[in-house]
């Protein structure tokens, strides 16, 4: 059985009772039907996450336009094009070559396109994502400097889905970290870096004491996805 329109917004109440200022809520709305998004859109949402180009297009076209659509799985080169007419924040970026095609996609669209660089914090190898040194030679180079088509607003990460919240805690420490190094080396002069996308349903309450400007939470609202779509 699928939420009622009640449950979402009863859903949505709760879980921004307990969002502090400054904390912005990601609806994540992958493998949810419309009718679901619209349930969500009425009790005020306006940020939605989605994994899928595909089905973010979808969603884009039959939705309100005062939606912010946010790609927060992982992004193949092949697939910015359908997204960077209208895409708010690509949370997902993991190479300087996937920058640089979302810079000529901007181009073409003649705006700047937001992004995230995701950084690899978790145990497990499965979770996409840069580490420390990948990072700090990509916005160190000369090919990223170039780029005027793309804004780098910040970082996210995903932490080890484990019981053990010590583990987690480290783990968005090392992000809050790792932004801060950023912040203070590289973008100290461009105040829109700010964003430290980092919180699902299972440990945002923790994401947010380390430090988190953005959680990304699907399942608290929308209830549990019953097919695989990573
Ligand atoms: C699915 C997903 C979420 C939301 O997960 P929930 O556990 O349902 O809150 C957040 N971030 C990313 C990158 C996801 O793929």
């Known amino acids: 059985m699928e939420l009622s329109d009640i449950e979402i917004k009863q859903n949505l109440e709760a ?38 180009v595909q089905e973010l297009v979808e969603k884009h076209e039959a939705l309100p336009k005062d939606i912010e659509w ?30 640089e ?15 995230l660089l995701q950084m690899h914090i978790a145990q497990e190898d499965t979770k996409f994502g840069m580490n420390v040194n990948d990072v700090l030679n990509v916005v160190g180079s000369e090919a990223y400097k170039s780029l005027q088509n793309i804004e780098i607003r910040g970082v996210m990460g995903m932490a080890t889905f484990t019981d053990n919240t010590e583990i987690v805690h480290q783990e968005f420490k090392q992000l809050k970290n790792i932004f801060n190094q ?24 923790i994401a947010i004491q380390e430090g988190s400007t953005m959680v990304r939470i699907g399942s608290s609202i929308f209830g549990h996805r019953y097919y695989a779509n990573k």
């Open 15 to 52: 879980i921004k009772s307990e969002l502090p200022q400054g904390v912005t809520l990601v609806a994540v709305s992958k493998t949810k039907p419309i009718e679901m998004l619209q349930a969500a859109y009425d009790a005020g949402i306006r940020i939605f996450g989605e994994n899928k």
């Open 70 to 99: 946010h790609m927060i799985g992982h992004l193949q080169s092949n697939k910015v094009k359908y997204i960077a007419p209208f895409i708010s924040l690509i949370h997902g970026v993991d190479s300087l070559s996937l920058l």
């Open 101 to 115: 095609t979302i810079n000529k996609e901007g181009k073409k669209n003649n705006r700047v396109i937001p992004c």
């Open 182 to 205: 950023l912040k203070s080396q590289y973008f100290a002069n461009q105040p829109s870096f700010n964003t430290l996308s980092m919180g699902m349903s299972d440990d945002y309450k």
